[in-house]
């Protein structure tokens, strides 16, 4: 049987929102190049997501050359957006965790405070190697990762979703499935393997690069919101709630950490090495 191989690779610049599948990628120690170095938090300083604001779905963030963005939005004129200069950093919050951030151009705030319309500011990390430790329950001393929700990069399979969207097309909310990956926001997706192979793995390569699984990735409302429409439904939550629970935590897809850095592309194969 051939070895699995890397099906699609995706980049988020800005936390919560749309972002681009390039068919290659750079993986730095704190996850792939230009992935979730922005982010949005409202006026005490935490984390904006989609979460609580579902619309931020529908807004896209293009990466340019030297980590600048350009961002897009329903009913707004695109904004390019410049990575700050060095300046003061200001304390944010993201899941109860302060990072320091340094604060985007007023423009852009006011472009994501008109869009959501609430008080927001759109901050970068600028020094991911040092601003935000992964949890040291998981992490090796001095592994760090960027606005990302906790690890660096988030696999997922092609197989676990099939299997999934047929436990929907089972359930009480069957009209809702079947879903879509961009759900479940991954930075890689895997062809090739057994549904739900990916809960055995422990250290795997992608390509050139090897990654260790630090642990499996709990779910939160925004898989329930269609990335296409902002709107909200059950699902997947319904159906992982009753067949993919860890204790309390509603499981689908590996959080991993690079163990050095290299270029995952489209096509790779996929190799699990424990």
């Given at each position: 049987?051939?070895?699995?191989?890397?099906?699609?690779?995706?980049?988020?610049?800005?936390?919560?929102?749309?972002?681009?599948?390039?068919?290659?990628?750079?993986?730095?120690?704190?996850?792939?190049?230009?992935?979730?170095?922005?982010?949005?938090?409202?006026?005490?300083?935490?984390?904006?997501?989609?979460?609580?604001?579902?619309?931020?779905?529908?807004?896209?963030?293009?990466?340019?050359?030297?980590?600048?963005?350009?961002?897009?939005?329903?009913?707004?004129?695109?904004?390019?957006?410049?990575?700050?200069?060095?300046?003061?950093?200001?304390?944010?919050?993201?899941?109860?965790?302060?990072?320091?951030?340094?604060?985007?151009?007023?423009?852009?705030?006011?472009?994501?405070?008109?869009?959501?319309?609430?008080?927001?500011?759109?901050?970068?990390?600028?020094?991911?190697?040092?601003?935000?430790?992964?949890?040291?329950?998981?992490?090796?001393?001095?592994?760090?990762?960027?606005?990302?929700?906790?690890?660096?990069?988030?696999?997922?399979?092609?197989?676990?979703?099939?299997?999934?969207?047929?436990?929907?097309?089972?359930?009480?909310?069957?009209?809702?499935?079947?879903?879509?990956m961009n759900r479940f926001r991954p930075n890689v997706v895997v062809d090739g393997t057994a549904p739900w192979a990916e809960d055995g793995w422990t250290r795997l390569s992608l390509g050139e690069v090897t990654f260790r699984v630090a642990k499996s990735c709990g779910r939160c409302v925004v898989?329930?919101?269609?990335?296409?429409?902002?709107?909200?439904?059950?699902?997947?939550?319904?159906?992982?709630?009753?067949?993919?629970?860890?204790?309390?935590?509603?499981?689908?897809?590996?959080?991993?950490?690079?163990?050095?850095?290299?270029?995952?592309?489209?096509?790779?194969?996929?190799?699990?090495?424990?």
């Open positions: 049987m051939p070895n699995p191989v890397v099906r699609s690779v995706h980049v988020h610049p800005v936390k919560a929102m749309r972002g681009v599948a390039p068919a290659e990628a750079e993986v730095q120690p704190w996850g792939l190049a230009g992935d979730r170095r922005w982010t949005v938090v409202d006026a005490s300083g935490k984390v904006v997501t989609q979460r609580r604001h579902p619309r931020m779905a529908l807004a896209s963030a293009e990466p340019l050359p030297g980590g600048d963005i350009r961002v897009s939005a329903p009913g707004r004129e695109p904004l390019t957006i410049e990575v700050p200069r060095p300046s003061s950093t200001i304390r944010v919050e993201v899941f109860e965790t302060p990072v320091e951030a340094v604060p985007a151009d007023p423009a852009a705030d006011a472009w994501f405070s008109a869009y959501l319309e609430t008080e927001v500011r759109l901050v970068h990390m600028d020094d991911p190697a040092h601003r935000r430790p992964i949890d040291p329950e998981y992490a090796l001393p001095g592994e760090t990762v960027s606005f990302a929700d906790g690890y660096p990069l988030l696999v997922t399979t092609t197989s676990s979703l099939d299997a999934l969207n047929s436990l929907i097309a089972q359930g009480d909310h069957a009209d809702e499935g079947p879903l879509p898989t329930t919101t269609d990335q296409g429409t902002a709107e909200r439904g059950k699902e997947p939550l319904r159906t992982l709630a009753r067949h993919r629970k860890d204790g309390s935590r509603l499981i689908f897809g590996q959080n991993l950490v690079p163990e050095h850095t290299g270029t995952i592309r489209v096509g790779d194969e996929v190799e699990i090495l424990d």
